[in-house]
T-cell receptor, first 115, second 112 residues
């Protein structure tokens, strides 16, 4: 969905390096999410943010941090990358409120390889 | 959060109808059932959502029995392009604490 963009799309880095993945959305949604997907597995929630001042840990937050710079921007950081963080990372947004279906809209994903 | 159980994989052939069942025994009164489809190396996309009985759209149908402890996603006359992973999610979309949780999903392979 072009309304949710992720940069970079692919990244190769080395163990111990700091790396930031960025997500931007033009849908005007309050909620944003970061997921990780390993080959053959489902999506695991890393962090989620219900609004700019509300950030919460998901299932697998260890080794990751996030920043919600604005309603439209949600960044994921790996402070010191390790090989088992090699995965496909997805950002998603959703709208909330009475009557909302909370449908999630996903970005194209960032493929991260840590050597 | 209501836990869901669905088959890990299914195989079908072009032109057949495919039914994927999801079990959610502890679904709550305000919970909705939502299905997503994911193609390789792409993010999941919303397919259909329902609360009870039957919902149909241009892509699929969703059947929900009266007790709502399970639901069935029905894909009519599948084609090779329907090969994907299908996820069943349960939760209250209007709830303040709703966190969409994806399991491993069902990997559907459609054969020629």
């Amino acid at each position: 969905d072009a309304d949710v963009t992720q940069t970079p799309r692919n990244r190769i880095t080395k163990t111990g390096k700091r790396i930031m993945l960025e997500c931007s959305q033009t849908k005007g949604h309050d909620r944003m999410y970061w997921y990780r997907q390993d080959p053959g597995l489902g999506l695991q929630l890393i962090y989620y943010s219900f609004d700019v001042k509300d950030i919460n840990k998901g299932e697998i937050s260890d080794g990751y941090s996030v920043s919600r710079q604005a309603q439209a921007k949600f960044s994921l950081s790996l402070e010191s990358a390790i090989p088992n963080q090699t995965a496909l990372y997805f950002c998603a947004t959703s709208e909330t409120g009475q009557g909302a279906t909370d449908t999630q809209y996903f970005g194209p994903g960032t493929r991260l390889t840590v050597l | 959060l209501a836990k869901t159980t669905q088959p890990i994989s299914m195989d079908s052939y072009e032109g057949q109808e495919v039914n994927i069942t999801c079990s959610h025994n502890n679904i709550a009164t305000n919970d909705y059932i939502t299905w997503y489809q994911q193609f390789p190396s792409q993010g999941p996309r919303f397919i259909i959502q329902g609360y009870k009985t039957k919902v149909t759209n241009e892509v699929a149908s969703l059947f929900i029995p009266a007790d709502r402890k399970s639901s069935t996603l029905s894909l009519p006359r599948v084609s090779l392009s329907d090969t994907a992973v299908y996820y069943c999610l349960v939760g209250d979309p209007a709830g303040g604490s709703y966190i969409p949780t994806f399991g491993r999903g069902t990997s559907l392979i459609v054969h020629p």
